[in-house]
């Protein structure tokens, strides 16, 4: 069954981390963890100051080529009947400077208190508009 | 940092979840998560006895059309020094019946102690040949 959209959009806005899947210029997959906050109809993310390497930012390579992105978010839990995800499809768009890069950086900071002692400057941001909800849970 | 091969591999082979990324017929991405089980070079799934509206399948007309996809396994931690994620991309088929679907079953049973009691017949089996692996971790 679905869940309710408030109830789908509150389980998407509390995941502590989504899986991005984006489409490479090629025309092949690709998905990576992501951290991520959720103002509204938008998904907010950024390239952090985590160490990481070059492969993994390929994701905004693939956005600026395709902008159609699909987000997921789960609980995955031995108890099956306790299975529920949320994915929300829509249009993403790198975003390397100015106020929707800053408004990401603050909710991200908002959200997770691992960016507060943190003073390496972030990345480019990736703001994602949502257009279509799907979810999945056997109880609400 | 990259993983070790046999530490990725055997990272994947003890994940209990994976995020399938696959692409729809109109270029847009898909992702869902799944339950699967590793042998070598081939991931396995199986639309299983499940409760799930019809959507979630969507993954195996995605394949029918364009087999490229990327699976992930990954295990997110507040701490943010342990995160790590698996991914392996490859050429996915859907296999409806024969010895190949049958493996499938065997080995999600051997891996899920929640298939044992259920009774219901398995759909079809996604079968992944991995192409190539990438992975990311802060620590080995």
Redesign the interface.
């Known amino acids: 069954?679905?869940l309710t959209a408030a109830e789908a959009r509150r389980r998407l806005a509390a995941a502590?981390?989504a899986?991005?899947?984006?489409?490479r210029e090629d025309?092949?997959?690709?998905?990576?963890?992501i951290v991520f906050a959720v103002d509204g109809d938008v998904v907010y993310s950024v390239a952090d100051p985590?160490?990481?390497?070059g492969?993994?930012l390929l994701r905004f390579r693939n956005i600026r080529a395709?902008p159609?992105?699909?987000?997921?978010v789960?609980d995955?839990d031995?108890a099956?009947e306790r299975?529920w995800?949320v994915?929300v499809?829509g249009s993403a768009s790198v975003v390397e400077a100015g106020a929707e890069r800053e408004l990401t950086i603050r909710l991200l900071k908002a959200k997770y208190a691992?960016y507060a002692t943190w003073t390496e400057p972030f990345g480019a941001a990736m703001v994602l508009r949502i257009e279509r909800w799907?979810s999945?849970a056997?109880a609400d």
Chains 1, 2 share one sequence.
């Open positions: 069954m679905r502590r981390v899986y991005l899947a984006t489409v025309g092949r997959p690709h998905v990576v963890p985590k160490p990481k390497d492969p993994d395709n159609s992105v699909s987000l997921l789960d995955y031995e099956w299975l995800w994915r499809d691992q799907a999945w056997l």
